[in-house]
């Protein structure tokens, strides 16, 4: 009857546009009908057979269809705990009443993210107990680490109860910006001096580790979106592109280094931690790379001839302190042939602590061959001197006083927790004299070739495998990051690799308007030199301590087959609270390993109400939720 009263209404002139309303209400049904049940939708698009073939670490096996149980006490929620989507517990918590949503954060994402789920949870994943108390969250997790017997299947091990706490802080701390190593109130209490900036340095509880969470400040909003966040701050700065690494030493909040990423020239920004400006912390939320660090008794996180350029603008550092120990240090990590800008009052004041500093600086570059190219004032009053490292020995050895002394042996290991050096290094040199060559221009800087030398710590490593790793990187980078991930790239700035190799993954984001910090461990194979060859930034780092950067700082966190290693020195727990805490909400982490790590980690992710989806037996994609130990929400 109502098709047939349809019908006749088709008699007068409205009868096209209610043929096209019939239609689409008949089209409606019919496609509502055939559609497939939304468990039969995929969440991530398969990529291609040719990361099947090329990217597969493991055989493929249809992983078993029961999750691991609960225990007695804990009654199985209503709904199941499904991959990135579902309304149970681990489902993602939007930002509180009283948070703004982000700018340019993912409409679409989170369209995806949110599609409802009534398939079962993903293989080994341990459902969340109905009943949540605001203390702590609770889930099954295997009592072995680092994944099965060889590196497969899920397993079946002791099972233990994993709770969160918030971290409980020392005096003067913000619990909000909580960095383990850095705030350790303890041991530097117990420090005989902090003359030599020890206070500054890292510090990290070792019993036990910590595998607490660091809360949210109240009102906590996403940063500003690239390049409005850059903008915030506006000095016009000139800057060539003909070098590519620069380091600026007490960095302020970055802004040198954030005008030079216009330039094609990347900039590792370091200060010190500043309870009362953080002015890292301010670098890093306006997207511009930076690091805590401080040149104390330590050497810094960075391989020998790395940074074309070294930049100071009133850091406030005696270089001359300690028999020239702060800038021997700067000297190791200069590249042969590369320039130190200094800015400091002792350049263009002349009061007498101002001359004794300038005299003393005088007396120290000329001691380690730097060549002074230019030294001037300018309108503004504010003076600069710019120095030159040499490119050949010779100037070092035709010197007449041996101060600061050579060093005998050139040491091949990472400068991880190493003392400064009181000697002067040499470059490695050619048979013609000449140090380490100047890399070749940007772009193709990138993928450059590497000549055989028996004295290079990265020759090591065939050009084969540097460029492999890069084949195989954009390969994946390119059919299944971006492609098969339900991830915003638009929302993507501050982007870290915790272990690096070659390069390859940052060299496959490149073309992005985005920042890679590569992370090199220090027990692992020693890349870190090849990735700055490259035009990249990185730095040595032991992922069993917390990272030198504030929490909630980075937009992607990517792993590649490190964690069955690192936790046969700590607990996979431990490491996953390191990954939260630097992780900004809503943001991504991603683990590229075995099926038996990637379960493992999966179920203590879930247990933090991760988002978690696990890809082609291979990658575990993972989207940090709001929520934290005593809140109300999920």
Known sequence: MAISSALSFLSDRKRPIAIAVILFILLSSLFLLLSPAPSALPFFYSPT????????????????????????????????????????????????ADTAAPHGDATAAAVHLHQPDHSPPPPAAAEVSASVDKKEIATVVSGERGGDEGGEGGGAGAEEVLSWDLCEVGKRVEPADYIPCLDNVKAVKALKSTRHMEHRERHCPTEPRPRCLVPLPAGYRLPLPWPRSRDMIMPQINWGTHTRTVLDVGCGVASFGGYLLDRNVITMSFAPKDEHEAQIQFALERGIPALLAAIGTQKLPFPDNAFDVIHCARCRVHWYADGGKPLLELNRVLRPGGYYIWSATPVYRRGKRDEEDWNAMVTLTK???????????????????????????????????????LCTARDDHSPWYTPLDSCLLLPVVSSSGEGNGWPISWPERLNMRYPSRSDNSSTQFSQEKIDSDTKQWSGLVSEVYFSGFAIDWSSIRNVMDMNAGFGGFAASLIDRPL??????PFDQPDTLPIIFNRGLIGVYHDWCESFNTYPRTYDLLQMSYLLQSLTNRCDIIEVAAEIDRILRPGRWFVLHDTIGVIRKMDQVLRSLHYKTAIVKQQLLVARKSFWRPGSTGS
């Open 515 to 520: 920042w890679v910090m590569n992370v090199v």
């Open 49 to 96: 057979a040719r990361f099947s073939s090329s990217f597969s670490p493991i055989a493929a096996s249809a992983p078993p269809q029961t999750p691991i149980p609960v225990s007695a006490d804990a009654s199985p929620p209503q709904t199941p705990v499904g991959a990135f989507g579902g309304s149970g517990s681990n489902s993602a918590d939007p930002p509180p």
């Open 367 to 405: 001691s380690i061959c730097w060549r002074t190219v230019v030294k001037s004032k300018d309108v503004n009053k504010i003076g600069v001197v710019i120095y030159q490292k040499p490119v050949s020995n010779s100037c070092y050895i035709e010197r007449k006083n041996n101060e600061p002394p």
